[in-house]
């Protein structure tokens, strides 16, 4: 097909629920993603809703499928003819900050197509642009920011690929699976409140062939949004923070992160001086793997802080701090004791509740991931304070999961089903 040249005339689900204490400020986007700028993230579990602030997408006949980690009704499929998806009038200002992320994979067929666009039916509106898929493989973003085109090349594959197109004022970036790919430069501004089109563009009818999921949209400068954020989508990373220990003198803590095959590791602690590297040597070891052990505690050890920075290639995360206190084995015990927590009714249509033997106090953080790692739902509850049950709704697709509560005494984990 000729290319367009709009320039001169782009394994089983596992529910993780986190319970900590924390502030009540939260967004329903994976942890990998970044917050700051965020407009809008379509997960597409289940449906086309934005997960973020509620600016949905229409589904005009596209139908769900299975994502990038073999999760069925997670990704959307478009048949290059008649499926698409549209939001109009995209409540975003004339800009020219702006920062799109998408996956895309192509049929095995004629994977071809636009996969996404922003505009209306003019061909030629400023401020507008195109991500078209081209049968010879290259990947263009197309834009009428004064005749600006951005190409990369996914060898025309059926594999799934990431794209970020970034904004930063003048300059226009745009990455393929984490590299980036293309460079550019414009004074041209994104044009304001436009149309948002998914697997079409209707000024060319020129409807993709294959499947989309995951995408982002920020308004963000672009040099706040980095390579390093871009690597993080790619990676799609979760992480988990390391449990406050209390342990008794002369005892063993364990403090452990979620492991990652591309990821490294270096734990940090500070007992009142600032984070510093630890090494394998005197009380610690596996100071560069995903758990530590502190062998041997003894009173130096207490309130010292205990965090992991975790390395993909450049880049670092470090997760929260945990707390090692050291006491008696009596107050350890009596601090240690954790209620025993239920889940029922099991199956379900989604309603659970769970019951606890004692009181559970303060906020309540809840974080559903499935079994890559992805966050599915998101919210922060807490006990009512004169009962020891609270009820959930899980809104999402039968199936059988892992349900984990966590609160600062302790861990359950139960299997749940849901059913329709």
Not at 74 to 97: C, H, Q, V, W
Not at 128 to 133: N, S
Not at 159 to 181: C, I, K, M, Q
Not at 294 to 299: D, K, L, W
């Amino acid at each position: 097909m000729k290319k367009f040249n709009l320039l001169s005339k782009a394994l089983l689900p596992i529910i993780l629920l986190q319970f900590v204490c924390i502030g009540l400020a939260f967004s329903q986007a994976p942890q990998y993603v970044r917050t700051s700028g965020l407009k809008a993230w379509y997960s597409f579990t289940g449906d086309a809703t934005d997960d973020h602030a509620n600016l949905n997408l229409q589904n005009l006949g596209a139908s769900l499928s299975s994502d990038r980690f073999s999760i069925s009704n997670s990704a959307y499929i478009f048949d290059g003819s008649a499926t698409y998806m549209r939001r109009d009038n995209f409540p975003y200002p004339e800009t020219k900050d702006v920062v799109i992320s998408l996956w895309y994979k192509r049929s095995s067929t004629d994977g071809s197509g636009t996969i996404m666009s922003y505009g209306n039916n003019e061909i030629y509106e400023p401020g507008t642009w195109y991500l078209f898929a081209y049968p010879d493989g290259t990947v263009q973003l197309s834009t009428q920011f004064s005749g600006l085109a951005l190409n990369a090349n996914d060898n025309s594959d059926s594999n799934w690929h990431h794209v970020v197109f970034v904004r930063n004022d003048n300059d226009l970036l745009l990455y393929l699976d984490g590299e980036l790919a293309s460079t550019g430069s414009t004074n041209s501004s994104w044009a304001a409140n436009k149309n948002i089109f998914i697997g079409t563009t209707p000024a060319l009818g020129w409807n993709f062939n294959g499947k989309v999921d995951d995408i982002g949209i920020w308004k963000d400068h672009g040099n706040n949004f980095t390579h390093c954020d871009v690597l993080k989508l790619y990676y799609s990373h979760t992480y988990t923070n390391p449990d406050n220990q209390s342990v008794a003198s002369g005892g063993t803590a364990t403090f452990e992160t979620a492991a990652h095959d591309e990821l490294t590791f270096q734990w940090q602690a500070d007992s009142g001086t600032g984070f510093v590297n630890l090494s394998n040597a005197g009380q610690n070891s596996g100071a560069t793997s995903n758990q530590l052990t502190v062998s041997n505690v003894n009173s130096s050890n207490n309130n010292t802080l205990y965090r992991c920075v975790l390395n993909y290639g450049p880049c670092t995360i470090s997760t929260e701090a945990a707390t090692l206190s050291v006491g008696s084995a009596t107050a350890i015990a009596e601090h240690n004791e954790q209620p025993t927590l239920s889940v029922y009714p099991n199956p379900s249509n989604g309603n659970f509740v769970i019951e606890s033997s004692s009181s559970i106090e303060g906020p309540v953080r809840v974080i559903v991931t499935d079994l890559a790692g992805k966050v599915v739902h998101e919210f922060i509850d807490r006990f009512p304070s004169d009962s020891q049950t609270k009820s959930i709704h899980l809104d999402l697709p039968a199936g059988m999961y892992n349900l984990t509560m966590l609160t600062e005494r302790g861990k359950h984990s139960q299997a749940i089903s849901i059913v329709n």
